[in-house]
């Protein structure tokens, strides 16, 4: 079955940067949009980005400028570049990718993001 393997995550400092990674092993029929979510302790998940299978790309105000999408079809993968790391992007990160086929939605398991000094 699918599975969405996410990994790049760990403790940086302010300023700092990672690179999240979203590998979907399996068969995914009709892949369309891809997309990261957050979620902070005690705060409800919220949309960090997305980007379309023609590439273009959306961003959460909190997080335009410092992240980037992007995508390999190729390797059924998104990536998140994090740039200018802040204490208040610590989160969980969960990754999504859209299908045509049900059930339409696939998550990732979520990695632990921590920027602390």
């Known amino acids: 079955q699918v599975q969405l393997v996410e990994s790049g995550g760990g403790l940086v400092q302010p300023g700092g940067s990672l690179r999240l990674s979203c590998a979907a092993s399996?068969?995914?029929?009709?892949?369309?949009?891809m997309d990261w979510y957050r979620q902070a302790p005690g705060k409800q998940r919220g949309l960090v980005a997305s980007?379309?299978?023609?590439?273009?790309?959306n961003y959460a105000d909190s997080v335009k400028g410092r992240f980037t999408i992007s995508r390999d079809n190729a390797k059924n993968t998104v990536y998140l570049q994090m740039n200018s790391l802040k204490p208040e992007d610590t989160a969980v990160y969960y990754c999504r990718i859209g299908s045509s086929r049900y059930p339409y939605r696939y998550w990732g398991q979520g990695t632990q993001v921590t920027v602390s000094s």
């Open positions: 399996g068969s995914i029929f009709s892949i369309n949009g």
């Open positions: 980007i379309t299978t023609g590439g273009n790309t």
